[in-house]
């Protein structure tokens, strides 16, 4: 793989949550500007591991963090790092859209107004270039005022795909931003998916098989908290190393 | 397939010829029993509504006393010991809007910051403690709150302001203790029902903890809040006992909030037992409950407005 892929990396990582394992010792690369897909059966710690990306388990008790996960030859979890500003670079989607009960235009100018940006016209900006970049800006630049929630489930979710790219990040992880989704919003988020990828690394949680292939370059296979392989996508799907991510890819386990 | 032969089970085949079939027979009785429960809870419900205005409207149309007689009136003299009979309640509802809002105020920063702090700040023991004591708080009958407030804060405002110790802020901090159970609870359940992804993606975009409950929590649970503090409200004004025995019971609109003065409810307490039924001072008595039920009604259109606002 690429120089590159040294940026952005776990490096023996492991989650307790009380005495249970839930990912156990994991060292990935995600290479930069491109798409890594985690894969696997429920409840095998793939959500766990992209919550800890962005410290997002520091908001449950019982999680307990070993290993590194490294951004740019810092280790997040180091007392040291202000959990404000990491969480600033990485951007997080989840499954079910979630935006605020607030009007288009205020999802979009929330965070920028956190870091300190008060200039109106700036503002304005960013939400227009925010939502372009969700390709939502044309759907709703006639209506930035009403509610977010008056959208559709869809457009929600490229809302907050836009809300996350308000603050600039260059880590994007997503958890199945696209399975509360019909296949239309699906394609759409695939699309956007695609074009994102030209900026910023993105971590792609998912259960559609089809979508990993498509949309990831680097696919990782977890299996009750381990990584059973990882490797480029197409290798994954057309050649896979463990029989067991053949048999998951092809529906006939998990 | 040879028991289908000889018995065809059709939709129309009835085992009992000529009577209904027993589920039907079933659903019925079930759906009965249910309309009868319904329409007895809405003929005591109107029996009583009818009762107190049949009672408190003979003061008007009876009695000859005129609606802003009574509603602004500030004299309050039923039975004409200094002349004329005069019914001014305005004392009254000054009184009881008086205390009631005071107590909210009072209430609903500790409610709120409560129900906070046992969903967000401390989930754990926060709640585990926090909780039984609401709930414990909720249960003190109104007499042992009056009580505790006669032998305790009464004596102790007597002590730090002019006056007897007596009156509108005696009686508020009596009811924002009584209010508290009600508007934490109602704020720990909004609060807990939020969806947990919008406070994650506030905290994604590197929001603090603060930030997150002051920009994306609060005005997100606020009709709900505000909700509770409408039935808070609600239940400050129409208690009875508890404020008539810190409050002081004097007729008239007091200058300070340490001087003794009336409610709606401690009046009608104190001097039901000293009228005759049918006699203009009774009356009078009937008019202010059915001024305090129209209230109660204004609170929950109130609630309803909140909570259709609630669902956006």
């Not at chain 1, 156990?24 to 591991?49: H, R």
């Not at chain 1, 869809?154 to 990040?169: E, F, K």
């Not at chain 2, 930030?211 to 129409?238: D, E, N």
Request: charge should be neutral.
């Amino acid at each position: 793989m690429q120089q590159t892929s040294t940026t952005f990396r776990t490096e023996n990582l492991s989650v307790f949550y009380g005495t249970y394992e839930a990912v156990k010792n994991i060292s990935l690369n995600f290479p930069d500007k491109s798409v890594t897909a985690l894969i696997g059966p429920s409840g095998c710690g793939k959500s766990t591991f992209l919550r800890s990306l962005n410290r997002m388990n520091d908001e449950i008790s019982q999680a307990v963090i070993k290993g590194k996960i490294w951004i740019g030859g810092e280790d997040i979890n180091d007392p040291s790092t202000d959990v404000i500003q990491l969480r600033q670079k990485i951007g997080m989607v989840w499954q079910k859209p979630n935006p605020f009960y607030k009007s288009i235009y205020e999802n979009i100018a929330f965070g920028p107004k956190y870091h300190g940006v008060k200039n109106k016209k700036e503002l304005d900006q960013i939400v227009e270039s925010s939502l372009r970049k969700a390709a939502l800006w044309d759907e709703v630049k006639d209506r930035l005022k009403q509610s977010a929630l008056s959208l559709s489930g869809g457009q929600q979710q490229r809302l907050c795909i836009a809300r996350a790219l308000s603050v600039n990040p260059g880590i994007l992880l997503l958890d199945e931003p696209a399975s509360a989704l019909d296949p239309v919003s699906t394609s759409k988020v695939e699309e956007l998916i695609v074009e994102l990828k030209k900026e910023l690394s993105i971590v792609i949680v998912t259960h559609n098989m089809q979508q990993a292939a498509r949309i990831s370059d680097y696919t990782a296979y977890f299996y009750l908290g381990t990584l059973m392989e990882h490797n480029d996508t197409e290798i994954i799907f057309t050649n896979p190393a463990n029989a067991m991510t053949q048999e998951y890819i092809s529906g006939r386990f998990g | 397939m040879k028991a289908i032969d000889e018995r065809p089970v059709g939709i129309a085949d009835n085992p009992r010829p000529g009577r209904f079939k027993k589920h039907h027979m079933e659903d019925f009785a079930g759906r009965s029993y249910t309309t009868i429960c319904a329409i007895l809870l809405i003929v005591i419900i109107l029996s009583i509504v009818y009762f107190v205005a049949s009672k408190g409207l003979a003061t008007f149309f009876r009695d000859g006393v005129s609606f802003s007689e009574f509603l602004f009136g500030s004299k309050w003299d039923p039975d004409g010991n200094h002349g004329e009979p005069q019914f001014g309640v305005m004392p009254f509802i000054f009184g009881s809007f008086a205390t009631s809002i005071l107590a909210a105020v009072i209430a609903s920063p500790l409610s709120i910051c409560a129900s906070l702090f046992m969903t967000e700040i401390v989930p754990g023991w926060g709640k585990k403690l926090l909780q039984p004591v609401i709930e414990l708080l909720a249960g003190i009958p109104s007499v042992v709150y009056g009580f505790v407030g006669l032998t305790v804060i009464v004596p102790a405002l007597r002590d730090m302001f002019p006056g007897q110790g007596i009156g509108i802020a005696a009686g508020s901090i009596v009811l924002s203790v009584m209010i508290l159970p009600t508007i934490t609870s109602i704020g720990t359940d909004a609060l807990s029902s939020l969806p947990r992804g919008l406070k994650e993606s506030s905290y994604a975009l590197g929001a603090t903890r603060w930030q997150t409950i002051y920009r994306v929590i609060l005005p997100t649970v606020l009709p709900s809040i505000l909700t509770g503090v409408v039935l808070g409200m609600a239940r400050a004004f129409g208690e009875a006992l508890a404020v008539q025995m810190v409050i002081g019971n004097a007729p008239h609109i007091p200058r300070s909030l340490f001087e003794s003065a009336s409610t709606l409810t401690s009046v009608i307490t104190l001097d039901m037992g000293n009228t005759v039924m049918g006699t203009p001072h009774s009356n009078a008595l009937w008019s202010m409950a059915l001024a305090l039920m129209f209230m109660t009604f204004i609170f929950v259109v109130i609630v309803r407005l909140l909570e259709r606002r609630n669902r956006i």
